[in-house]
């Protein structure tokens, strides 16, 4: 019976131990990488909602910057949600940045955070050595994840010995107004690390939607091609740039035409996409090169941040 006893208190305690294992991880802390527009921008919702924030860029000038740009944005925010309470909205203000500090030391800051969420440029590289580093000095349960929009997350996380506890979160610029959080698992991101990213892009007010690591994602596998799709009719002649425009926005009730669009995101982003997506499969029809797209580029005729690109901007 002594045996029988034994027996069933390791079994209830190894039980207990492996559904410790297996909760999510509430995430308070957050450390984010990059202070660009998207990198703010999640410091500053993550900040709003009671997230410990640190952000971390390269300089204290990028830092300088960025916590300007999040105290302008925020004051914004506090103008509209806090209109008959001017003081009330100081006070949210100085609260929401209270709780985002910087850094220009990712590794020194990243053993007691909960989350790291990368946001710098769209380079394989860059991001699997900034990972791979930031591997060596994270606590053991740290989620890490990319907000990359064209790269693969599981390329990415290969470089860290966490595939279990890497995934993508990719937001959508401007980061404080959008509400979709694209939420990647890759085939080796565990069940308890998705479940804990879907909670904490719930914690932020926004809206999590679910999608493997598939190239593009749910929203740029859909749209990107559809834009690269009005191009080619414009390149055969089909249509005008000017009546394509028209017809999407009168027909189908987009507030932006497709070139309307291009010139908005970059041509140069659209086309670092496209060649991306080419360079993993180079049959697929949708990701063939675009002739215009790829002489504007060359050109330097980015779109509306140059002046010109598929139009003339004064």
């Given at each position: 019976?002594?045996?029988?006893?034994?027996?069933?208190?390791?079994?209830?305690?190894?039980?207990?131990?492996?559904?410790?294992?297996?909760?999510?991880?509430?995430?308070?802390?957050?450390?984010?990488?990059?202070?660009?527009?998207?990198?703010?921008?999640?410091?500053?919702?993550?900040?709003?909602t009671?997230?410990?924030?640190v952000?971390?860029?390269?300089?204290?000038?990028?830092?300088?910057?960025?916590?300007?740009?999040?105290?302008?944005s925020?004051?914004?925010?506090?103008?509209?949600?806090?209109?008959?309470?001017?003081?009330?909205?100081?006070?949210?203000?100085?609260?929401?940045l209270?709780?985002?500090?910087?850094?220009?030391?990712?590794?020194?800051?990243?053993?007691?955070?909960?989350?790291?969420?990368?946001?710098?440029?769209?380079?394989?590289?860059?991001?699997?050595?900034?990972?791979?580093?930031?591997?060596?000095?994270?606590?053991?349960?740290?989620?890490?994840?990319?907000?990359?929009?064209?790269?693969?997350?599981?390329?990415?996380?290969?470089?860290?010995?966490?595939?279990?506890?890497?995934?993508?979160?990719?937001?959508?610029?401007?980061?404080?107004?959008?509400?979709?959080?694209e939420?990647?698992?890759?085939?080796?991101?565990?069940?308890?690390?998705?479940?804990?990213?879907?909670d904490?892009?719930?914690?932020?007010?926004?809206?999590?939607?679910?999608?493997?690591?598939?190239?593009?994602?749910?929203?740029?596998?859909?749209?990107?091609?559809?834009?690269?799709?009005?191009?080619?009719?414009?390149?055969?002649?089909?249509?005008?740039?000017?009546?394509?425009?028209?017809?999407?926005?009168l027909?189908?009730?987009?507030?932006?035409?497709?070139?309307?669009?291009?010139?908005?995101?970059?041509?140069?982003?659209?086309?670092?996409?496209?060649?991306?997506?080419?360079?993993?499969?180079?049959?697929?029809?949708?990701?063939?090169p675009?002739?215009?797209?790829?002489?504007l580029?060359?050109?330097?005729?980015?779109?509306?941040?140059?002046?010109?690109?598929?139009?003339?901007?004064?």
């Amino acid at each position: 019976m002594a045996f029988v006893t034994r027996q069933f208190v390791r079994s209830v305690s190894s039980s207990s131990t492996a559904s410790a294992s297996a909760k999510k991880i509430i995430v308070k802390h957050v450390t984010v990488i990059g202070g660009g527009l998207m990198g703010a921008g999640i410091a500053q919702v993550a900040g709003t909602t009671g997230h410990t924030v640190v952000l971390v860029d390269q300089t204290e000038d990028i830092l300088a910057k960025s916590k300007k740009g999040i105290e302008e944005s925020l004051r914004k925010v506090a103008k509209k949600k806090f209109a008959e309470n001017p003081k009330a909205g100081d006070e949210f203000v100085e609260k929401t940045l209270s709780s985002i500090s910087t850094s220009t030391d990712a590794a020194s800051v990243v053993h007691s955070t909960d989350l790291v969420v990368e946001a710098i440029v769209e380079n394989l590289k860059v991001k699997s050595e900034l990972f791979k580093r930031l591997d060596k000095f994270a606590s053991e349960h740290t989620i890490f994840a990319s907000n990359t929009s064209s790269l693969q997350i599981t390329n990415i996380a290969n470089a860290t010995m966490r595939q279990d506890r890497f995934a993508g979160l990719h937001f959508f610029n401007p980061v404080p107004l959008m509400k979709l959080v694209e939420v990647i698992k890759t085939p080796m991101t565990s069940q308890k690390t998705y479940e804990s990213l879907i909670d904490f892009t719930k914690a932020l007010g926004k809206h999590p939607v679910s999608c493997k690591d598939t190239p593009g994602f749910i929203v740029n596998r859909l749209l990107v091609p559809y834009l690269m799709e009005a191009v080619r009719l414009y390149e055969r002649g089909d249509s005008s740039k000017e009546d394509i425009d028209t017809a999407m926005k009168l027909g189908a009730g987009y507030p932006m035409g497709p070139f309307e669009l291009l010139d908005y995101v970059g041509l140069d982003t659209v086309k670092f996409i496209m060649d991306g997506w080419y360079e993993m499969d180079a049959k697929n029809p949708l990701f063939q090169p675009i002739p215009s797209l790829n002489e504007l580029v060359a050109e330097n005729k980015l779109g509306k941040k140059t002046g010109e690109g598929y139009y003339k901007y004064k």
